[in-house]
T-cell receptor
Framework: NAGVTQTPKFQVLKTGQSMTLQCAQD?????MSWYRQDPGMGLRLIHY???????DQGEVPNGYNVSRSTTEDFPLRLLSAAPSQTSVYFC???????????FGPGTRLTVL | GQSLEQPSEVTAVEGAIVQINCTYQ??????LSWYQQHDGGAPTFLSY????GLEETGRFSSFLSRSDSYGYLLLQELQMKDSASYFC??????????????FGKGTTLSVSS
């Protein structure tokens, strides 16, 4: 199993550009989440999903969209990037009934 | 909403024991988790407490007191490789085990020789 994979590993955007951060897992986990991590702020929940077709907002959802068309994939979309979205983004998945989250390696995003 | 408080930094020497505390405020409580993160890499799961008491996993133990809204992670026989950030976390949503977590800001542990 590859576990949780994220692409790209690094990305530089200009203000106003859009892009999609990809996340996939091959563990057949129902639950998936997106977090951002900024220095001194820990991990903050952006959006999460409890299964295909079901998503909900976390602590900091503004400026981000998600969809979950399959169990395996959970992309995060930035519609109009802003410098405040410069961060490290982690995707995670977890099996039903446990609080153990499996994290991907992260995407380091810089918005100029 | 939920919030968690933990110290920002802890230092210790090899072979020592260190305790990282976490206090939480939640609208509902379904367990306290601990994660380790090395140098900005992927966080990895360490332990989970749903009930009061001590859970032991090798050199690491985690404790929970629900009446005090308090928990801690205990690291024994510290090694240099234990230098990392440690996060406590609680479930974001009721009755949705595993969906998503709210994390504390993390404690940076520095182990010296």
């Amino acid at each position: 199993n590859a576990g949780v994979t994220q692409t790209p590993k690094f990305q530089v955007l200009k203000t106003g550009q859009s892009m999609t951060l990809q996340c996939a897992q091959d563990m057949n986990h129902e639950y998936m989440s997106w977090y951002r991590q900024d220095p001194g702020m820990g991990l903050r929940l952006i959006h999460y999903s409890v299964g295909a077709g079901i998503t909900d907002q976390g602590e900091v959802p503004n400026g981000y969209n998600v969809s979950r068309s399959t169990t395996e994939d959970f992309p995060l979309r930035l519609l109009s990037a802003a410098p405040s979205q410069t961060s490290v983004y982690f995707c995670a998945s977890s099996p039903t009934g446990t609080d153990t989250q499996y994290f991907g390696p992260g995407t380091r995003l810089t918005v100029l | 909403g939920q919030s968690l408080e933990q110290p920002s930094e802890v230092t210790a020497v090899e072979g020592a024991i260190v305790q990282i505390n976490c206090t939480y405020q939640t609208s509902g409580f379904y367990g306290l988790s601990w994660y380790q993160q090395h140098d900005g890499g992927a966080p990895t799961f360490l332990s989970y407490n749903a009930l009061d008491g001590l859970e032991e996993t090798g050199r690491f133990s985690s404790f929970l007191s629900r009446s005090d809204s308090y928990g801690y992670l205990l690291l024994q026989e510290l090694q240099m490789k234990d230098s990392a950030s440690y996060f406590c976390a609680v479930r974001a949503m009721a009755n949705q085990a595993g969906t998503a977590l709210i994390f504390g800001k993390g404690t940076t542990l520095s182990v010296s020789s």
